[in-house]
Structures are given as C-alpha cells and as structure tokens.
C-alpha cells in the first residue's frame, strides 16, 4: 500500500492540471480566481433536481454579482440569483448551462398572479 502514495500525489497534481486547463477554457482568471461572468449570459438553468427554470439574461454588479434569470414560464417575472456557491454549484459554460440549487420560494418571486 505504501508503494502507491508517491502515484497519488502524481495523480492529485494532474487532475490538478487537468481542472486548471478546463477551467482556463471556460474563462477562469486563476490570478484573481474568478470567471469572465459575461461568459454566463444566454446558458441555460436548471435546478439541482433537473428542473428547468430558464436563461441567465443578465449579470448586475451590486455589492454582490447577482444573475438575472428569465424564466422559462410565460408571463413570470425575472429572477435575481445570488452568484455563490451555495446557490450556483455548478456552471458549464462549454455545455452552456448552470445549476442552481435555490432556496424554497426563490424562484416563486416571479411567479405570475
């Protein structure tokens, strides 16, 4: 068994590289750690249980990067997204979708009537 941890820090230091170069393609700024958030404009979103909800319209700057959705349903308001973790786990901008994982009654702030 110990014969395999050197392999293992060589495997953790390329998936490392891997995960860097992917994240480079997608826009990634490793100096500042953050992503060309214009690059989220037009993707699709879905909820982590695989709902649709709609497209990120827009992305405002305020004391916190929030993502503008339009939802999918006819008539419905947009909806303002906390751009963090907890809210966004998951943006693939090459599949050109993100995953948000909304708080119960977000995404009812836009609901019609």
Known sequence: MQDALPLAGTLVALLTALSLVRLLSHGFDVASQSIDLA???GLGVATVAGEPVGVVADVLHQGQDLLVIRPDRP???????PFVAALVP????KAGRLVIDPPPGLLDLGAVG
């Open 90 to 93: 998951e943006v693939d901008v």
């Open 75 to 81: 008539g419905a308001e947009e909806v303002l997204v």
């Open 39 to 41: 690059l989220l404009i």
